[in-house]
């Protein structure tokens, strides 16, 4: 089966630093992967959709300049947090779109900002 | 409101008994699917099914679709310990780019009792 890897799984930053949390998709190539956000006890939001080689998409009230995407190669996109603070504490999760409906998904990033 | 709400939001039931989740949905779509997600993990992808398809069955699992209702559901049947956990539904929606992105309901978080 598709294998999509997260990495870091958590990670502790402090308000005002920047953090880069990186999405593989192991064992297949993926040209669209999804990053999305759970904060928790709720549902899973999706914050934007990856294209690689090209800008990504966000959503409605997804600032782009702090979250920085990038998707520079099938296999690895990246979400970069800009200036976190506090309210950026989340369980981030992303997916890689494989053929016309599979959706794989990683095992998700636990932010914590102090 | 957002696409896909669930109910119940919280279900507890004894081990043997069945569970039922319901998810409901706004917009037309191509396929609905089925997650699972253990406490701070990631997702694992249960079972899709496809607009032009009406049931449809995965070991214990049984998911129904009704298009004209804009409803699905999903039922464990003789529930185990082990399946306790947080369900959600989500609906695919095309991007105006054409690539594909999931939209998740709100969540059913199970507690199955030994």
């Known amino acids: 089966g598709a294998v999509v890897s997260q990495h870091p799984s958590r990670v502790i930053c402090k308000s005002g630093t920047s953090v880069k949390i990186e999405c593989r998709s192991l064992d297949f190539q993926a040209t669209t992967m999804f990053w999305y956000r759970q904060f928790p006890k709720q549902s899973l939001m999706l914050m934007a959709t990856?294209?690689?080689?090209?800008?990504?998409?966000?959503e409605q009230g997804v600032e782009k300049d702090k979250f920085l995407i990038n998707h520079a190669s099938l296999t690895l996109s990246t979400l970069t947090v800009t200036s976190a603070h506090p309210e950026d504490s989340s369980f981030y999760i992303c997916?890689?779109?494989?053929?016309?409906?599979?959706?794989?998904f990683g095992p998700g990033t636990r932010l914590t900002v102090t | 409101s957002q696409q896909g709400e669930e109910d119940p939001q919280a279900l507890s039931i004894q081990e043997g008994e069945n569970a039922t989740m319901n998810c409901s949905y706004k917009t037309s779509i191509n396929n609905l699917q089925w997650y699972r997600q253990n406490s701070g993990r990631g997702l694992v992808h249960l079972i899709l099914i496809r607009s032009n398809e009406r049931e449809k069955h995965s070991g214990r699992l049984r998911v129904t679709l009704d298009t004209s209702k804009k409803s699905s559901s999903l039922l464990i049947t003789a529930s185990r310990a082990a399946d306790t956990a947080s369900y959600f539904c989500a609906t695919d929606r095309e991007k105006d780019t054409g690539r594909r992105a999931l939209t998740f309901g709100s969540g059913t978080r199970l507690q199955v009792q030994p």
């Open positions: 990856s294209n690689e080689g090209s800008k990504a998409t966000y």
């Open positions: 997916s890689a779109a494989r053929g016309t409906y599979e959706q794989y």
